[in-house]
């Protein structure tokens, strides 16, 4: 993810709340890219839920939300 791809899914996050930095910004643009999505496709349902695995486990490597 570019970096101002990575500027505008912090923009949206902070709309809705969410304020990631850093390696969570990164953590949470790496499930994006995972589900092979752009941050603006996703609904802001999955992007909070995309948020708290961002912020879960940050010691593993966990790209899939259920």
Same mark, same amino acid.
């Given at each position: 993810?570019? %970096?101002?791809?990575? @500027?505008? !899914?912090?923009?949206? !996050?902070?709309?809705? +709340?969410?304020?990631? @930095? +850093? /390696?969570? !910004?990164?953590?949470?643009?790496?499930? *994006?890219?995972?589900? +092979?999505?752009?941050? /603006? @496709?996703?609904?802001?349902?999955? =992007? =909070?839920?995309?948020? *708290? @695995?961002?912020?879960?486990?940050?010691?593993?490597?966990? =790209? %899939?939300? *259920?």
């Amino acid at each position: 993810m570019t %970096q101002e791809k990575k @500027e505008k !899914l912090s923009r949206r !996050l902070i709309s809705l +709340g969410m304020r990631l @930095e +850093g /390696e969570r !910004l990164d953590r949470a643009a790496a499930i *994006v890219r995972a589900h +092979g999505a752009n941050a /603006e @496709e996703i609904s802001d349902m999955a =992007l =909070l839920s995309i948020c *708290v @695995e961002a912020y879960r486990h940050a010691e593993k490597e966990t =790209l %899939q939300i *259920v």
